[in-house]
Nanobody, 121 residues
């Protein structure tokens, strides 16, 4: 009933930039928070960044100063601007949203399908 669709992944050289997008759709009343996680091959999924409806943000230490998260509450969309990318940023990036659904619909913690980011020379 609620789904998240990520886009914007791809191949970039070290030091380059990418912007990931995540659009939520379905029976949404509001979204309390949206965020990004990533999972590198053979590793556990880890937190990257999140943003609340009021604009409060938090970042993993590994991306502070390089990544910026933003959102448009009216469009139920979040973006992750990734600058100064490093090879260790290579991972599948997943969008996450804490969704308050409309009555009769499911919600809660919703995940996107993921988008691949490869940082390599």
């Amino acid at each position: 009933q609620v789904q998240l669709v990520e886009s914007g992944g791809g191949l970039v050289q070290p030091g380059g930039s990418l912007r990931l997008s995540c659009a939520a759709s379905g029976s949404i009343f509001s979204i309390y928070a949206m965020g990004w996680y990533r999972q590198a091959s053979g590793k556990q999924r880890e937190f990257v960044a999140f943003i609340t409806g009021g604009g409060s943000t938090n970042y993993a230490d590994s991306v502070k100063g390089r990544f910026t998260i933003s959102r448009d509450n009216a469009k139920n969309t979040t973006w992750l601007q990734m600058n100064s990318l490093k090879p260790e940023d290579t991972a599948v990036y997943y969008c996450n949203a804490n969704v308050r659904p409309t009555k009769g619909s499911s919600g809660g913690n919703v995940w996107g399908q993921g988008t691949q980011v490869i940082v390599s020379s």
